[in-house]
């Protein structure tokens, strides 16, 4: 990992059908000093994207077509030797939610739109280590 602003760079890697807020979330990471290796617009894309560029962390949006976010998160911790760290980007936010995302893999759950400084201060931690 090289190094940007006060922190070192994450790897990061956005997964999310709604093509602006991909965007959006894209552009607040690298103006922030993360680097997004990569975009996909659905869950079997993300899956093949992750797995492709090995990325530090993973953003996932949950309702997507073709494999669903949690769908992903599962396959990705099974299917991989090192699966980077998962964090939920949704709209969905009542509890039954966050607790289908932590048991399938997510590490941290955020509704959108998201709390941008508890965010970044979850990536930081995650640069830090």
């Known amino acids: 990992m090289g190094t940007s602003g006060n922190h070192p760079t994450l790897r990061i890697v956005v997964v999310d059908d709604n093509y602006d807020a991909n965007v959006a979330i894209s552009r607040l990471l690298e103006r922030s000093g993360f680097e997004v290796a990569g975009r996909a617009y659905d869950g079997l894309s ?12 993973a953003i996932l949006d949950i309702a997507m077509p073709a494999l669903d976010g ?6 990705v911790k099974k299917e991989m030797d090192s699966p980077p760290h998962l964090v ?9 939610n966050r607790c289908d ?8 759950y955020f509704r959108k739109p998201a709390d941008w400084p508890a965010l970044q201060s979850l990536l930081a931690n995650y640069a830090s280590h």
């Open 46 to 57: 993300g899956l093949s994207l992750i797995k492709s560029t090995h990325p530090d962390v």
């Open 101 to 108: 995302a932590t048991d399938a893999g997510f590490e941290a």
């Open 70 to 75: 949690l769908g992903l998160a599962r396959r």
């Open 88 to 96: 939920a980007l949704t709209g969905f936010g009542d509890e039954s």
